[in-house]
């Protein structure tokens, strides 16, 4: 059984989440797990525009980006916020719940060392497929785009798209803002 193994290839951390993106829809238990849902459909979908979950991260990206602006960037706030907001440290507690509730093998996001492979090999099946508004956002997606353009007025820093990158063998997260030229890349911190 793949989950057995302390380590995982990266075709298995893909499949093991589309495993689990069915088992949450079949269980109807999304709202036990928002983190690892936003997780699951983000890797078997080239692009995520519309979930609650993403249109959250948009939005508290924004307005961290905003507050980092008006503070000047103090030492780890962004790094930290990133992480906090992207669910790093929830998504690997919810990944050990819903494994261990369902009788499976945890080894791969119990151990420190072993997390920070999988989690590295998650970030790789993510890299170039965005988090990003709808290109005319209607509904729920509207109203969460008008709200953080409305934080981000007097700044350039509305967030319209989130990405993961890999330059050589490290591992990058990008934000694009709203002005034409305006992208911020940081290094993916999975503590």
Same mark, same amino acid.
């Given at each position: 059984?793949?989950?057995?193994?302390?380590?995982l290839q990266k075709g298995e951390v893909a499949h093991l989440f589309s495993l689990l993106r069915v088992l949450i829809e079949e269980r109807s238990i999304k709202g036990t797990y928002p983190i690892l849902d936003l997780y699951c459909d983000w890797s078997v979908h080239g692009s995520l525009d519309r979930?609650?979950?993403?249109? *959250?991260? $948009?939005e508290a990206l924004t307005g961290l980006f905003v507050a980092a602006t008006e503070s000047g960037f103090e030492g780890n706030e962004v790094h930290d916020g990133v992480n906090r907001i992207l669910g790093i440290k929830q998504l690997r507690t919810e990944l050990k719940q819903i494994?261990?509730?369902?009788?499976?093998c945890s080894i791969c996001v119990s151990d420190d060392e072993n997390w920070k492979g999988f989690f590295g090999l998650l970030v790789q099946t993510l890299?170039? *497929?965005? $988090?990003?508004?709808?290109?005319?956002?209607?509904g729920k997606a509207k109203e969460v785009h008008n709200r953080s353009m409305s934080i981000a007025a007097s700044s350039d820093f509305f967030i319209r798209r989130f990405s993961f990158s890999i330059a050589g063998q490290q591992l990058f997260w990008k934000v694009e803002a709203r002005a034409e030229f305006v992208d911020i890349i940081g290094p993916v911190l999975w503590n």
């Open positions: 059984m793949m989950l057995a193994k302390p380590r979930s609650a979950e993403c249109l *959250r991260v $948009l494994l261990q509730s369902h009788g499976l890299v170039e *497929r965005p $988090l990003e508004y709808p290109a005319v956002p209607k």
